[in-house]
């Protein structure tokens, strides 16, 4: 089992950059898929990016490629989110979220463990 903090949202203006952090403690980190999901208000929770436990697979949602890039530090037990560009559609709560699965799949249903969100407002 494995538990997940995010941390780094906040208030940050259209065109601006946030990078958002996911700590992750228990066993086994580095064999985790991780990956990051988002909620705006009203809407339902919808994938953003993962990446395989070796960084050497990623999955990016279309809509925020080329702008959001996901990391991970295997040696930190911590995943990134870096986020450039920022519109204010991308206002949302962020969830980050591990799976055993060995692949980025982008369906939220098979992660089992999540964190607890931060929140990312992008507005003037």
């Known amino acids: 089992q494995v538990q997940l903090v995010e941390s780094g949202g906040g208030l940050v203006q259209p065109g601006g950059s946030l990078r958002l952090s996911c700590a992750a403690s228990?066993?086994?980190?580095?064999?985790?898929?991780m990956g990051w999901f988002r909620q705006a208000p009203g809407k339902e929770r919808w994938f953003v990016a993962a990446?395989?436990?070796?960084?050497?697979?990623?999955n990016v949602e279309d809509s925020v490629k080329g702008r959001f890039t996901i990391s991970r530090d295997n040696a930190k037990n911590t995943v990134y989110l870096q986020m450039n560009g920022l519109k204010p559609e991308d206002t949302a709560v962020y969830y980050c979220?591990?799976?055993?699965?060995?692949?980025?799949?982008?369906?939220?249903?098979?992660?089992?463990?999540w964190g607890q969100g931060t929140q990312v407002t992008v507005s003037t």
């Open positions: 990446i395989n436990w070796s960084s050497t697979v990623t």
């Open positions: 228990g066993r086994a980190f580095g064999t985790y898929t």
């Open positions: 979220a591990a799976t055993q699965r060995g692949t980025v799949v982008s369906a939220g249903n098979v992660y089992p463990y």
